[in-house]
């Protein structure tokens, strides 16, 4: 039997072909996957954060900290709230998200910013239905392992019943 050279280069061709077709993503180094869009967790440590705030200036107002996160990372994304502690140093409570709201998915490509906001009532200095926060504490879906602290300066917190702390889902920034 003889074997015809352009048979033999035919058959090659199409393995190198049928070998090259993978559906599989889970070669994190692999050169064929390097293009496709990540579905992983944004990380903190990848994040720059900027905070700005509209403190409230007496008890009984209500005062809003809104935290800007901008992607120095790979594209990555965000499933759900961020988990927001307020610190005082006899307790940590944690902040709900807004009533009714849901949570979304976002992606961030590199340079990309979102944020969030946390609202508050200020409380009434030295009140049992107030918290002495000296620092606010918040985590990312998927990376909760790592925290970012922030100091707290704009006051006792209520903590009354009907004066309910929140804070936002991620919202889009820019174009």
Known sequence: MRTYPLTLAAALAATVLLTGCSDDTSG???????????DSACALGDMGVEVG???????????TV????????????LKGFP???LLA???TTSVSPVEGAKARSLTLGKGAT??????????????AES???????????????????????????????DEKTSVSGFETSGD
Do not use: M
């Open 114 to 127: 979102t944020s969030f906001t946390i609202t508050y009532v200020r409380g009434e200095a030295g009140s």
């Open 53 to 63: 705030a509209a403190a409230a200036p007496a008890a009984g107002d209500t005062g």
């Open 89 to 91: 140093d006899d307790k």
């Open 28 to 38: 994190g180094d692999d050169v064929k996957n390097a293009d496709r869009p990540s």
């Open 131 to 161: 918290l002495d926060v000296h620092a606010a504490s918040f985590t990312l879906p998927g990376d909760t392992r790592t925290a970012h602290e922030l100091k707290w300066s704009y006051g006792e917190v209520s903590w009354a019943e």
């Open 83 to 85: 988990g927001v502690d």
């Open 66 to 77: 809104t935290v800007t996160l901008t992607n120095k990372g790979e594209q990555c994304t």
